[in-house]
C-alpha cells in the first residue's frame, strides 16, 4: 500500500471540500432553525453531499467517455477550473462569505443550498474525485480506497459542523477565511500538476514525474 499516495489523496480531498470553510456557511443557514434541529440538519447535508460525490465517482467518467472525450482534456479542463476556483479563494471574496452572501439572496434554501451545494459538494470536489479515480489506472479496490478517504473527510465535515458553535468561537470569520486562503494556495498548485499531467497523457509535453505521484496527475494508459 502506497501511503504517500494516500496522504496525498487524503490531502487534496480536504483541500477541495474545505471542512472548515464550510462552519460559518452552517452558522448562517441554522440561524432560523431551531437548536434540537441543528445535528439533524448537518447530518443531512453532509449525505446529501456524500450522495452527489459519490455519484460522481462511480459515473462521472462513464458520462465522460460516453461523449468521446479524451480523460487528458478532462484532466486539463478540471485543472483549468479548479485553477480558477483556487484563485477564487486566494484573491476574492473568501469561500464562507462567497457562500453567505449566496444564501441571504435565496433566503436560507435549507441543507441542500448553500450547505450540500456547493460548499460540501463543490465543483472543484465533484471534478476531483474523477480525476481521482480514473477507470484506466485505478482498479475497483484502489477506486474503493478513495471513497473511504472521501467518506472520512465528510465525517471529519460532520464533525466540525457538530461543533460549529465552539469553533466558530475559537477561530472567527477572519480565522476562516485565512485557512480557505491558505488551502486555495495548495489547490492551485494541485490544479497546475493536474494541467501538466494532461499535456502529457495527450503526448504535448514530456513532463518529468515528480519524486511522489500527486493523485490528480495520473496518465491515461492504452
Request: no cysteine; aromatic share 4%.
Amino acid at each position: 500500500m502506497d501511503w504517500a499516495a494516500l496522504a496525498k489523496e487524503l490531502i487534496t480531498l480536504i483541500v477541495v471540500i474545505d471542512p472548515v470553510g464550510s462552519i460559518p456557511v452552517f452558522l448562517f443557514a441554522v440561524q432560523g432553525v431551531p437548536r434540537t434541529l441543528h445535528r439533524r440538519f448537518a447530518l443531512r447535508a453532509v449525505v446529501i453531499a456524500a450522495l452527489v460525490l459519490l455519484a460522481f465517482l462511480v459515473g462521472g467518467q462513464l458520462l465522460l467517455e460516453s461523449l468521446g472525450l479524451r480523460f487528458g482534456s478532462f484532466q486539463i479542463a478540471g485543472g483549468v477550473i479548479l485553477f480558477l476556483f483556487a484563485m477564487t479563494m486566494v484573491f476574492g471574496e473568501s469561500k464562507p462569505a462567497r457562500e453567505i452572501e449566496e444564501a441571504e439572496r435565496d433566503h436560507l434554501a435549507g441543507a441542500v443550498f448553500p450547505l450540500a451545494m456547493p460548499s460540501i459538494a463543490s465543483p472543484g470536489a465533484m471534478l476531483a474525485i474523477v480525476i481521482l479515480t480514473d477507470n484506466h489506472t485505478e482498479s475497483i479496490a484502489e477506486q474503493a480506497i478513495t471513497a473511504g478517504l472521501l467518506l472520512i473527510v465528510l465525517l471529519l465535515t460532520l464533525v466540525l459542523l457538530l461543533v460549529a458553535s465552539v469553533v466558530h468561537k475559537v477561530i472567527g470569520n477572519t480565522g476562516a477565511s485565512v485557512i480557505s486562503r491558505v488551502m486555495g494556495i495548495v489547490l492551485a498548485t494541485i490544479a497546475v500538476d493536474s494541467i501538466l499531467g494532461g499535456l502529457d497523457a495527450l503526448g504535448v509535453l514530456d513532463v518529468a514525474p515528480p519524486p511522489v505521484e500527486s493523485p490528480l496527475n495520473q496518465v491515461e494508459t492504452e
